[in-house]
Nanobody
Framework: QVQLVESGGGLVQAGASLRLSCAAS????????MGWFRQAPGKEREFVAH????????EYANSVKGRFLISRDNSENTVYLQMLSLKPEDTAVYYC??????????????????WGQGTQVTVSS
C-alpha cells in the first residue's frame, strides 16, 4: 500500500511557474513508476507526465512538452512536477499516481494503482 500526498498548487497568473510535489509513504517508492495527471471541470482526467523507477526516462503530454518537467528523488520518496509558462488551460486538479508494475511510458490511468487526493492549480489570464 502506498499513500500519496500532493502539495504546491495555487492560484497564479499566466506565465508564472509552480512546482508540485508528491510525497509517498512506504519503503518501495523506487520500485514504482510515477505519473502526474490532471482533471479540469467537466473534462476527463488526462495524462500529463510519467517518470520511470530510476528517473532516467520520462514522457510528457504534447500540451505540456517543453514547459513541464517531471523529476523524482528516491531518497526522499518524492516526485515533482515543475511547471513553467503556465497557461489558463493548465487550470485543473493535479494528481500524482503510482504504477507498481513499471509500465513503459505509462500514459494510461488504468496502469496506476495508487492515487493522491489532488492539488488545485488555477491559472488566471
Amino acid at each position: 500500500q502506498v499513500q500519496l500526498v500532493e502539495s504546491g498548487g495555487g492560484l497564479v497568473q499566466a506565465g508564472a511557474s509552480l512546482r508540485l510535489s508528491c510525497a509517498a509513504s512506504g519503503r518501495t517508492f523506487s520500485s514504482y513508476g510515477m505519473g502526474w495527471f490532471r482533471q479540469a471541470p467537466g473534462k476527463e482526467r488526462e495524462f500529463v507526465a510519467h517518470i520511470d523507477r530510476s528517473g532516467g526516462d520520462t514522457e510528457y503530454a504534447n500540451s505540456v512538452k517543453g514547459r513541464f518537467l517531471i523529476s523524482r528523488d528516491n531518497s526522499e520518496n518524492t516526485v515533482y512536477l515543475q511547471m513553467l509558462s503556465l497557461k489558463p488551460e493548465d487550470t485543473a486538479v493535479y494528481y500524482c499516481a503510482a504504477d507498481p508494475n513499471g509500465y513503459y511510458k505509462a500514459t494510461d490511468p488504468t496502469h496506476y494503482r495508487y492515487w493522491g487526493q489532488g492539488t488545485q492549480v488555477t491559472v488566471s489570464s
